[in-house]
């Protein structure tokens, strides 16, 4: 492409005008939701993580019995919680679990994961 379109351009200079009230927005969410993600990993048993530091994602290690695939697959499908499979980034049996979500957000699907990993 040559350029992109004109609202592009428009948001992109939005953004760029309040870049700092944007960064401190999110650095806001990241934080408070690595603090949740901190606290149901110390109560969840099958999982481990090296933490990261103030980014969004995570590649946490799920000790389960089974392929990460099928279990993430199982997961979207009988839970509605999306992880991706670590098998997709050569980190058989780890998952990439992102936490830039509203807190509701973030708390019902660590839950739900909660209750998934009870059957593994």
């Keep these: 492409m040559i350029c992109a379109g004109v609202f592009n351009d428009m948001l992109a200079v939005h953004v760029l005008r309040n870049k700092d009230k944007i960064l401190a927005r999110n650095k806001q969410i990241v934080m408070n939701n690595l603090k949740i993600y ?13 933490m990261p530091q103030a980014v969004s994602t995570s590649f946490p290690k799920i000790d ?17 919680v999306l992880l991706v499979p670590g098998n997709r980034f050569d980190m058989p049996g780890h998952v990439r679990l992102g936490y830039c ?11 739900k994961l909660s209750e998934f990993l009870k059957e593994y």
């Design 38 to 50: 901190q606290d149901w990993l110390a109560n969840e048993p099958k999982v481990s993580l090296i």
């Design 64 to 80: 389960i019995d089974g392929d990460i695939e099928e279990f993430c697959i199982k997961l979207l499908k009988e839970k509605g």
């Design 101 to 111: 979500a509203p807190e509701e957000t973030l708390q019902n699907g660590l839950a």
